[in-house]
Structures are given as C-alpha cells and as structure tokens.
C-alpha cells in the first residue's frame, strides 16, 4: 500500500480542515512546493494535492501554483479540487500531474466524467467519494468541498459507473477527516466486497503508522495522511519503509 501525503491549498498555503470546515483551517506550510519536496526526500512514491477554494467554489482556483509542483517535484502527482472542464485536466496532465481527482462533478455530471473516463483512460481519473455516515450505517456522498448532501449513498454513486471502466477511487470518511480517530476499515471492507475489482484509496482519521498498517492488511491501495504527519505523529520515511513490508 502507498502512501499519499496530503497538501491542501487554501489562498496559497498548506493547510488542514477539521470535518471539512473551511473556517477551522490550520495552516501548516506558506511554501506548499518545499512540503512537496520534503515528502519527495522521504521516499514517498505519491502526493495527494487538493485545491480547496476549487472544492468549495466550484472552480479551479490554484492550478498555477498546483502546476508549479508537478513540475518541480518528482513524485506521481494526483490532484482534486474545483476540476469541472475538461480543459483542466488537459492543463493538469500536460504540467506533469499522473491522475486527476472528480469529486462533486462525478455525482452531478456522470455522463460527462464517464466520457473522460474513455478519453483519457481510466489510470488516469480517480473518483473523489466523499461520505458521512448516517445514523443507520449507510454512506452518503457529499459534494462541494462536503458541504453539500446528493441524498445518494455511497452504493447508488458507485452502481452508477460500474460499466464505465472505472479503476480507482478515493474514500474519504468526512466525519474522520482531521479528527485523528483512525481510517474506517469497516467501510473500505464494504467498497471491497461489492466492488472487489476497485483500487481504493483511503482517507480521513488516520493518526499514526498503525492506522496505516491495518489498512495495509486490507490491501488497499493506498492511504491520504495529511494531519498526522504535519503534527508529527507519522514520520513519511518511517511509514515507506513499514508499509514495504506489510499487506
């Protein structure tokens, strides 16, 4: 399992969210393309960048300075964030970005993201699920930067596009996000078992190297980890190395 360290830009900056509230950030870094770099020496193979102003706004509003890591950094680059034309994922590939992440526009637009599945082929989309539990168990999807609810399970979204060759997503328990509560195994078994042909990728309330290694066991395909490792709890060098030997 990889590990993907996060950035997440808010006005230029590195920052976290709690719950994905965009007035509860904190800001970690005002060089984003040195965090990259530091990530980079740490071995990592992967970076999770996400556009915020882009999640909540709708638009993309950092892909100059999303570009400027892509080209500068020499990791695999997957990035997420306000992405609703097709334009910018032409921009994004063309700067050096190897996946691009859709979130809201898959839920609202799914014939328009199956048709970017077929052009730019399915290792190059990744589908953002964001979800919030509700009181009976079942995954709700969310868009807009998680402010909004589709009022579509996780199930529905999924059963959606499952003729249009989808390869990866990405499954981000908001509830978790930030909270440093350790990674929903429970639902990441689920996604595993109706859809077992699925690269998944974790995300949200992953708190140290531990949280990372049960996932491992699940053989996901990789985990986001942004709060832990700007507060110290996990060390990037540290989890390449572990994870190398688990699964």
């Not at 500068?72 to 964030?81: E, F, I, N, S, T």
């Amino acid at each position: 399992m990889e590990i993907f360290p996060a950035i997440d830009l808010q006005n230029g900056q590195c920052v976290r969210l709690a719950q994905g509230n965009f007035n509860a950030a904190t800001i970690y870094s005002d060089d984003p393309i040195l965090q990259a770099q530091e990530f980079n020496y740490a071995g990592a193979n992967w970076l999770h960048v996400v556009d915020l102003d882009g999640a909540r706004d709708g638009e993309s509003r950092q892909m100059g300075l999303i570009a400027q890591i892509a080209a500068k950094v020499p990791l695999k680059v997957q990035v997420g964030g306000g992405i609703r034309q097709q334009q910018d994922i032409d921009y994004l590939l063309a700067a050096g970005a190897t996946r691009a992440v859709i979130g809201s526009l898959a839920v609202k637009n799914p014939a328009l993201v199956k048709e970017w599945l077929r052009h730019f082929g399915p290792e190059r989309i990744v589908l953002a699920c964001d979800v919030k539990m509700d009181a009976k168990g079942t995954p709700e999807v969310l868009t807009h930067g998680w402010q909004t609810g589709s009022h579509q399970s996780l199930w529905e979204f999924l059963e959606i596009y499952s003729d249009s060759g989808l390869q990866t997503i990405l499954c981000t328990d908001v509830g978790r996000d930030g909270m440093l509560t350790g990674g929903n195994a429970t639902l990441y078994q689920a996604i595993q078992h109706r859809y077992p042909t699925l690269d998944i990728l974790a995300s949200g309330g992953i708190s140290g190297v531990d949280d990372l290694l049960v996932l491992a066991k699940l053989r996901l395909a990789g985990a986001i980890v942004g709060k832990a490792i700007y507060e110290g709890r996990i060390n990037v060098a540290d989890a390449v190395e572990k994870l190398k030997h688990a699964g």
